[in-house]
């Protein structure tokens, strides 16, 4: 027997997690996180729920991680709270980890740096780490040899002819499984939605460079710090164009010297980097800001740049801001409302929309058909995407002339299990509960808790003090009511007076040696409450006997 569970990427964008196993080992693939679509809860993150591999962490081998981007390494250190394992990944993407570790108190966890090619024993399994092109450097497809057969993850992909500086990455080590026979191919569903295939990065490092020979002041680009080819790009961009680059985001300033000291950005490129401080030294047409912010996060560099609460950096006439990303469904608003500020303040500004400095680091549809050609394997599962993504990769897929009994659409919990190379089925689904983490991992919060949280801040809170006789129950005094976040308690005082006498009279009706006399408080004022508002506050009816 073999298994495929999937813990998180699979109908969601982000949180990838996958668990390989037999009867006596397991192999996990990525440990990510997801960020909340809205902070306004105090949800920092989003991660896996481990409780299954908790179940069967004494057979797990190994972690083996694709690339360093969030939703793949992410939620690694809350990971290692709960097992212990071989973690294996690339010299970038465990670069990045070792810098989360530390932050977490972990720094001296073992990392195994794998090199393409190189083969790794776990367990049962065989592992080989094939390199792949996406948004960030050093990406790692997996091929797994199993006791039934090869199966084969992408990851994130794409298939970049001209990528940048000429570092093509073929389809070739793919290819040569396919010849040998591949069971299984999981492969990314995240923009099967797009016909054709993307834009080269040479073609965008031409567009972006276009704009900067034009730019008459400060060149402001904006772009995601684990995008470390783009911004190599921009350095080698300032080096031509006499300008010297200075870094604003934290994450930028933790991972380009971490890209330099790697070797991902030569030293002679890294040349015109300067301290963020001696800005004021350099002249607005010989500097370029490298920042954080293009999906106007809130706090980030561009963010507080647009609205002039940046420390350092003003947005001047005529200065040139780029935004290097595509808008993140979700963000819209927010990146709506950074561009019209920055327009305010006379900055020509450039994004995907009006200008191709961006292309996504995830394979369109040309491209996927291609990997499936590839791999020509017998069966297939489309992994990364929300449900839709992973129905048309399928139908993708069926129209490569894999068998429809054979590609399967499998929602996170949902495992694929594998009785032998002919009989595949979907197992029963588990119930996975979504970790929401804040404090910086300090807590885990339970969704009960996230639910409490909605509520407050949809209908508010009412507290009502009863002070009783211990023995005869009966109230002493009468009630004290304290309302947060339900309407302006000076406005509705009559209110509240009606309130104090409505809830005198059901305590005293209620006075007695009742267990339910603090329910039967919260029943009736909740629903006085909403005869008033049209809602239901939550009521917390204190009660004291003396
Ligand atoms: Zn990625």
């Known amino acids: 027997m073999l298994q495929i569970t999937p813990l998180g990427g699979l109908g969601q964008i982000g949180m990838n997690m996958m668990v390989i196993e037999t009867a006596q080992d397991a192999l996990i693939i990525d440990c990510g996180v997801m960020f909340p679509e809205s902070k306004n809860l105090g949800v920092d993150l989003i991660i896996p729920d481990f409780s299954y591999l908790q179940k069967i962490k004494h057979k797990v081998r190994a972690l083996l991680l694709t690339h360093g981007h969030e939703d793949h390494i992410g939620a690694v250190p809350f990971l290692l709270n709960h097992l212990q394992t071989k973690i294996y990944g690339s010299r970038?993407?465990?670069?990045?980890?070792?810098?989360?570790?530390?932050?977490?108190?972990?720094?001296?966890?073992?990392?195994?740096?794998?090199?393409?090619?190189?083969?790794?024993q776990a367990g049962c399994f065989k592992i080989e780490f094939l390199q792949v092109t996406h948004?960030?450097?050093?990406?790692?497809?997996?091929?797994?040899?199993?006791?039934?057969?090869?199966?084969i993850h992408t990851a994130d992909f794409?298939?970049?002819?001209?990528?940048?500086?000429?570092?093509?990455?073929?389809?070739?080590?793919?290819?040569?499984?396919?010849?040998?026979?591949?069971?299984?191919?999981?492969?990314?569903?995240?923009?099967v939605e797009r016909e054709g295939k993307a834009l080269s990065e040479t073609k965008i490092a031409h567009e972006i460079e276009k704009i900067c020979k034009t730019a008459k002041k400060k060149i402001i680009f904006s772009v995601f710090a684990t995008n470390i080819r783009r911004i190599e790009q921009m350095f080698e961009i300032a080096l031509r164009l006499n300008r010297k680059v200075v870094l604003s985001g934290r994450s930028l300033e933790t991972n380009v010297p971490i890209a330099i000291q790697e070797g991902f950005i030569s030293k002679k490129a890294a040349s015109v980097l300067m301290d963020l401080d001696d800005l004021d030294a350099l002249e607005p047409k010989k500097t370029m800001i490298i920042c954080t912010g293009s999906q106007a996060e809130e706090r980030s560099a561009l963010a507080r740049i647009a609205i002039r609460e940046h420390r350092l950096i003003?947005?001047?006439?005529?200065?040139?801001?780029?935004?290097?990303?595509?808008?993140?469904?979700?963000?819209?608003?927010?990146?709506?409302?950074l561009l019209n500020n920055l327009c305010r303040q006379g900055a020509d500004v450039y994004y995907d929309k009006v200008a191709d400095v961006h292309v996504s680091g995830h394979a369109h549809a040309s491209e996927l058909r291609r990997m499936i050609g590839a791999v020509k394997p017998k069966y297939f599962l489309p992994v990364h995407g929300e449900y839709r993504h992973l129905v048309r990769h399928s139908k993708l897929a069926q129209g490569m002339k894999i068998k429809k009994e054979n590609v399967f659409v499998c929602e996170n919990g949902e495992p694929l299990i594998f009785h032998d190379v002919n009989r595949v089925q979907k197992g029963q689904k588990m119930n996975l509960e979504r970790v929401f983490v804040e404090n910086e991992g300090l807590d885990d919060l339970k969704l009960d808790v996230i639910r409490n949280r909605k509520k407050l801040s949809f209908s508010g809170i009412v507290f009502v003090c009863l002070v009783r006789d211990k023995k005869t129950k009966k109230l002493l005094s009468p009630p004290y009511i304290w309302t947060m976040g339900v309407f302006d308690e000076v406005q509705h005082a009559a209110f509240l007076k009606k309130a104090h006498h409505y809830i005198f009279q059901v305590a005293d009706q209620y006075a007695g040696p009742s267990t339910d006399f603090s329910e039967e408080v919260r029943l009736q004022t909740r629903r006085f409450f909403k005869r008033k508002t049209g809602k239901k506050p939550i009521v917390k009816p204190i009660v004291i006997d003396i």
């Open 158 to 191: 794409k298939l970049d002819d001209h990528p940048y500086h000429g570092r093509s990455i073929t389809l070739q080590k793919f290819k040569e499984y396919g010849k040998k026979g591949v069971l299984l191919l999981m492969s990314d569903s995240t923009n």
């Open 135 to 151: 948004s960030i450097v050093d990406g790692m497809g997996i091929a797994i040899q199993t006791p039934m057969g090869t199966m």
């Open 314 to 337: 003003q947005v001047e006439k005529e200065d040139c801001v780029i935004l290097s990303s595509r808008f993140i469904p979700g963000n819209e608003k927010a990146i709506s409302d």
């Open 92 to 120: 970038f993407t465990l670069a990045l980890l070792k810098h989360k570790l530390t932050e977490h108190g972990k720094s001296k966890t073992k990392l195994h740096v794998v090199q393409p090619h190189e083969l790794i």
